[in-house]
C-alpha cells in the first residue's frame, strides 16, 4: 500500500495504470499553488479556479505522454503558464480591480497605522504587478512566489538559463518602474 | 568592456539577488558594487523588491479543486464516442422538475441541471454556485499570514 507522501512519480504511475484515486491526489498537491500563480496572473478569482480546473484537465489528458525525466510540478506550470498566457490574449486588455483593493487591515491590530502602510505597499505591488507585461509578470511569479530555480524556470518556459536570467532582470526593473510611478 | 558589464550591472545584481551566482563571482560583484554608486541603489531596490513579494499574502483558493477536476474527467468520461445527438423536442421530467417547484428557478437553470445530469455527474448545480460566491471575497485577517510585522513592511526598512 502506498503512503500519502509518496513521490508525485508513484501517484503519476498510478493515475498511469488507471487508479482512479491517483489524479486526485497529484490535484492536491499542486493546487494551492498553481491557484495563486493563475491568480496573480489573470488578477481574477473566478478565472483562477476555473484555468486551475482547466490545467489539471490538460494535465490529465496529457498524463499518458508524461516521461519520468520531466519534474511533475514544473511541467503542471508550464501548462498552467500557456493557459494563463491564451487566456490574457483571448481577454485582451481588459482592465481588472486589483487583488487587495478590497483588501483592508484589520483596525484591532497592534499598530494599525504600521499595518496600514504596510497593506499600501503590498496593494501597490500587486496593482504594479497587473500593468507589468504577462512574460514579466509570469517569470517573476516563478522567481519570487514560487522559488523557483533558473534552471526550473527554464523547463516551465522553454527557454534557456541564460534568457531565464536577462528576462528577469528586465521584469524587476520594469515593475521598479511602473512601481515608482505609482508612488505619491 | 563587455556591454553586459556596463553600470548598472542589472543582469549580475539581480541574479545575485536571486543566489544564482558562484561564490567568485558574487564576491567581485560585491567588492564592485560597494564602491558604484550607480549598481548599489540598484541592488537596494531589487531588495526591496524581494522583500515586497515576500509580504503578499498567501493565497489559497477555498475550494477542493480536486473533487471539480475528478467531476469533470468522470463527465468526459462518460461521453459517447459518437457525435452528440441534436437535444430532445420535448421537456424531460427533471427539466420541468424547477418550474414544478414554483417558478424560482428559471427555465435555463433547468436546462443546466438537466445537462449536469445528462453527463452523469453527482453534482448539482447549487454547491457549485455556493463555492463560486465563497471564492469572490479574500479571507479576513490574510494579512496576518505574514509572520512578523518586519516582513510584511519591508519597504520601511
Ligand atoms: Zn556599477
Redesign the interface.
Known amino acids: 500500500m502506498l503512503a500519502p507522501e509518496g513521490t508525485d512519480e508513484d501517484w503519476i504511475r498510478r493515475a498511469q495504470t488507471g487508479d482512479?484515486t491517483a489524479?486526485?491526489?497529484l490535484?492536491?498537491r499542486h493546487?494551492?499553488a498553481i491557484?495563486?500563480f493563475l491568480?496573480?496572473m489573470l488578477g481574477s478569482?473566478?478565472d483562477?479556479?476555473e484555468l486551475?480546473?482547466d490545467t489539471?484537465?490538460k494535465a490529465?489528458q496529457a498524463l499518458p505522454q508524461w516521461q519520468p525525466e520531466a519534474q511533475f510540478r514544473t511541467w503542471l506550470f508550464r501548462i498552467a503558464s500557456n493557459t494563463a498566457l491564451d487566456a490574457l490574449r483571448r481577454r485582451k486588455l481588459v482592465e481588472f480591480v486589483p487583488?487587495?483593493e478590497?483588501?483592508d487591515?484589520?483596525d484591532s491590530g497592534p499598530?494599525p497605522e504600521?499595518?496600514a502602510?504596510?497593506?499600501q505597499?503590498?496593494r501597490q505591488?500587486?496593482a504594479s504587478l497587473q500593468k507589468l507585461a504577462p512574460e514579466h509578470r509570469q517569470v517573476?511569479l516563478l522567481?519570487?512566489?514560487e522559488e523557483m530555480?533558473?534552471e526550473e524556470i527554464g523547463h516551465v518556459l522553454a527557454l534557456s538559463e541564460g534568457t531565464v536570467?536577462?528576462r528577469?532582470?528586465?521584469a524587476?526593473?520594469a515593475?521598479?518602474e511602473i512601481?515608482a510611478r505609482r508612488r505619491p | 568592456m563587455n556591454p553586459a558589464e556596463e553600470c548598472p550591472r542589472?543582469?549580475a545584481?539581480?541574479?545575485w539577488?536571486?543566489n544564482?551566482l558562484g561564490e567568485a563571482v558574487r564576491a567581485e560583484l560585491a567588492a564592485h558594487v560597494a564602491g558604484c554608486a550607480i549598481c548599489a541603489p540598484v541592488l537596494a531596490?531589487?531588495r526591496q523588491?524581494?522583500g515586497?513579494?515576500?509580504?503578499?499574502?498567501?493565497?489559497?483558493?477555498d475550494?477542493?479543486?480536486?473533487?471539480?477536476?475528478?467531476r469533470?474527467?468522470a463527465a468526459?468520461a462518460a461521453q459517447p464516442q459518437t457525435p452528440p445527438r441534436p437535444p430532445p423536442q420535448r421537456m424531460r421530467w427533471w427539466q420541468a422538475v424547477p418550474l414544478a417547484l414554483g417558478g424560482v428557478l428559471s427555465l435555463s437553470l433547468g436546462a443546466y441541471l438537466g445537462s449536469m445530469l445528462m453527463l452523469g455527474s453527482q453534482a448539482t448545480a447549487q454547491p457549485a454556485m455556493r463555492q463560486?460566491a465563497a471564492?469572490?471575497?479574500?479571507p479576513?485577517?490574510?494579512?496576518?499570514l505574514?509572520p512578523t510585522?518586519q516582513t510584511?513592511?519591508?519597504?520601511?526598512r
Open positions: 482512479r489524479f486526485p491526489e490535484v492536491r493546487q494551492t491557484y495563486r491568480l496573480r478569482h473566478e483562477a479556479l486551475s480546473q489539471f484537465i490529465w487583488l487587495e478590497s483588501f487591515a484589520p499598530d504600521r499595518q502602510q504596510a497593506t505597499e503590498v505591488l500587486a517573476l522567481r519570487e512566489v530555480s533558473y536570467k536577462s528577469l532582470a528586465r524587476r526593473a515593475l521598479i512601481h | 542589472t543582469e545584481l539581480s541574479a539577488v536571486d544564482e531596490e531589487f523588491l524581494h515586497a513579494f515576500a509580504a503578499l499574502p498567501e493565497l489559497a483558493p475550494v477542493d479543486i480536486a473533487p471539480l477536476v475528478d469533470r474527467i468526459a463560486m471564492f469572490t471575497a479574500i479576513p485577517g490574510a494579512l496576518a505574514c510585522r510584511c513592511n519591508p519597504l520601511e
